[in-house]
């Protein structure tokens, strides 16, 4: 019996294919359901996962958008392009309804509505409610109840910009190439980065800048407007682009970007495991990546019989020679 913390990215995938392999697994959700206004992009590496766990292919086709490539450039004019990996865009939405169905359909028993307040990392009493699990996998997101008992001095920290993403005006059509993710690094005292992505469906953009952090009760949902000078002061290089894009746009996400240090962290141990942002975040934009390649590893090993600690081990070293 499994008992899942989180019914994100990770621990739903992992729910799901859990119960496809004949494991009874229950999944404690705080939202009442799961869905989320931003996208995010998923390259190759963490399809190929999603499938051999069993998530349909064709699902997750139909659920984005490829991408054809990345121009990735500079102030200084030096444009890198290449050719895209299976990566595809999708609004978190629509990934998390592919994912849901998937666990559906091997009838996992996913409890939405259902926060866990707290638990007990040595007995595997969860709370409230009191009762106690035999393994249990904390998939509870970046600011995780599980690792902040497991490992208390192990804490966010902010990794120095400030992140917005948006969603343009159905039909925004920019003078740029269509399908190709698009990335404008400015290298100047204050680096930022602003990124678009468009085809014929959709077109979205991110900005990074580098500045002090906004307060937490900032974060999430706000009219662009506050915005647009500090974005177009910290880019001066793409006017034309930048201004065609905010105009067309009214809403942006707001956040921190915030990182999860591996470095010192306590070995993993049973009852409590650690997976996706709840045990590490790095600055590299692969997140949900690093999320459904930690769930792949722990589904191994709990259908092996193997000791998950054993297996989160592995994987953390192989974030760590990954970030190097
Ligand atoms: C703006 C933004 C853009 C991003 N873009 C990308 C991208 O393009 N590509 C990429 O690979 N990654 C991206 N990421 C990172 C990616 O979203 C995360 O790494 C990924 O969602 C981690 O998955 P997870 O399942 O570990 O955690 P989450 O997806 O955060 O899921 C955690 C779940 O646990 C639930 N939960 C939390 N606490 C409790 C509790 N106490 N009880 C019950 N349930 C609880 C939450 O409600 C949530 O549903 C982005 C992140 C942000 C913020």
Not at 22 to 34: A, L, M
Not at 69 to 77: P, Q
Not at 201 to 216: C, D, G, M, Q
Not at 263 to 279: E, F, K, M, T, Y
Request: overall charge negative.
């Amino acid at each position: 019996m499994v008992t899942i913390v989180g019914g994100g990215i990770a621990g739903t995938v992992l729910a799901g294919a859990l119960a496809r392999a004949g494991q009874s697994v229950t999944v404690y959700e705080q939202r009442p359901n799961v869905r989320g206004d931003a996208f995010l992009f998923l390259d190759g590496r963490a399809h190929k996962t999603l499938t051999a766990m069993g998530v349909p292919a064709d699902r997750l086709e139909r659920a984005s958008y490829p991408l054809h490539g990345f121009r990735i450039g500079s102030a200084a004019d030096r444009i890198d392009e290449t050719p895209a990996d299976g990566d595809r865009l999708y609004h978190r939405t629509d990934l998390m309804r592919v994912l849901t169905e998937f666990a559906d359909t091997a009838k996992t028993d996913i409890r939405y509505g259902t926060p866990i307040s707290d638990l007990n990392p040595y007995t595997g009493v969860l709370y409230p409610g009191g009762d106690s699990a035999e393994l249990i996998i904390a998939a509870d997101g970046i600011d995780s109840i599980a690792r902040i008992r497991l490992e208390p001095t192990r804490v966010t920290e902010y990794a120095g910009q400030v992140v917005l993403y948006a969603t343009a005006a159905p039909g925004t059509r920019p003078n740029t190439a269509a399908s190709v993710l698009h990335v404008h690094h400015q290298t100047q005292d204050s680096p930022a980065t602003f990124g678009h992505f468009w085809n014929e469906h959709v077109a979205v953009w991110f900005v990074r800048l580098s500045r002090p952090p906004i307060p937490v009760g900032y974060t999430g949902f706000h009219p662009l407007a506050r915005w647009i000078e500090p974005i177009r002061t910290a880019l001066p290089a793409i006017p034309y682009l930048l201004d065609f894009l905010l105009e067309h746009t009214a809403m942006a996400h707001v956040s921190n970007a915030r990182t999860v240090p591996l470095a010192g962290a306590l070995p993993p141990r049973l009852p409590v495991i650690l997976c996706g942002d709840a045990d590490h975040v790095f600055t590299r934009g692969t997140g949900a990546r690093d999320a459904i390649e930690d769930a792949a590893a722990l589904y191994q090993a709990l259908v092996a019989g193997q000791d998950p600690a054993e297996a989160m081990a592995r994987r953390r070293a192989e974030l760590l020679a990954e970030d190097d």
